[in-house]
T-cell receptor
Framework: KAGVTQTPRYLIKTRGQQVTLSCSPI?????VSWYQQTPGQGLQFLFE???????NKGNFPGRFSGRQFSNSRSEMNVSTLELGDSALYLC????????????FGPGTRLTVT | KQEVTQIPAALSVPEGENLVLNCSFT??????LQWFRQDPGKGLTSLLL?????REQTSGRLNASLDKSSGRSTLYIAASQPGDSATYLC???????????????FGQGTILTVHP
């Protein structure tokens, strides 16, 4: 069974631009969560989607948004990029949103210059 | 607000040693607890999941225990090997006031180095 895939793996953007990251969950998984990992703050929860609906949201500004499609694939978007948005963005998939084991993808390394 | 703390922050041991990593959380109303390992620059690999109603889980040389009432979990690694070198992360799942359990709150991790 294929794991969680994330594209692109690496991205370099300029301040003020916007970016879209993609996550394909494990086949059969319907819940997708997104996390930001930085050396200073560690892993922080961004949001969770289940059945195309956002079920939970972390404490991030409105520049961070996401969505989930009917095939459970998810995208997250960051608008008006800031230098502090440079991070590893990780996506996790789970069978449902009821506390099942979460499986993480390899991440997208975003660098904002 | 849930807070997760991991001790020690770093650990260096010789190959073959048994070791214990600690995790504590402030709000005992968790749904489950998951241990992960992360290799440098990589994603997270799930090691063990303990439901809140369970006391421990075992997988190979790994054993994780959970004491929900005291807000503590330990990860025991037996007969450590150089390939075990990685960052180990503890994460708890709670509803965060809602009805969905997909939010994980992570500790800062323990950096483990096993030297030959």
């Amino acid at each position: 069974k294929a794991g969680v895939t994330q594209t692109p793996r690496y991205l370099i953007k300029t301040r003020g631009q916007q970016v879209t990251l993609s996550c394909s969950p494990i086949s059969g998984h319907r819940s997708v969560s997104w996390y930001q990992q930085t050396p200073g703050q560690g892993l922080q929860f961004l949001f969770e989607y289940f059945s195309e609906t956002q079920r939970n949201k972390g404490n991030f500004p409105g520049r961070f948004s996401g969505r989930q499609f009917s095939n459970s694939r998810s995208e997250m978007n960051v608008s008006t990029l800031e230098l502090g948005d440079s991070a590893l963005y990780l996506c996790a998939s789970s069978f449902s949103n009821r506390g099942y084991e979460q499986y993480f993808g390899p991440g997208t390394r975003l660098t904002v210059t | 607000k849930q807070e997760v703390t991991q001790i020690p922050a770093a650990l260096s041991v010789p190959e073959g040693e048994n070791l214990v990593l600690n995790c504590s959380f402030t709000d005992s109303a968790i749904y489950n607890l998951q241990w992960f390992r992360q290799d440098p620059g990589k994603g997270l690999t799930s090691l063990l999941l303990i439901q809140s109603s369970q006391r421990e889980q075992t997988s190979g040389r790994l054993n994780a225990s959970l004491d929900k009432s005291s807000g503590r979990s330990t990860l025991y690694i037996a007969a450590s090997q150089p390939g075990d070198s990685a960052t180990y992360l503890c994460a708890v799942s709670d509803t965060a006031g809602g009805t969905s359990y997909g939010k994980l709150t992570f500790g800062q991790g323990t950096i483990l180095t096993v030297h030959p």
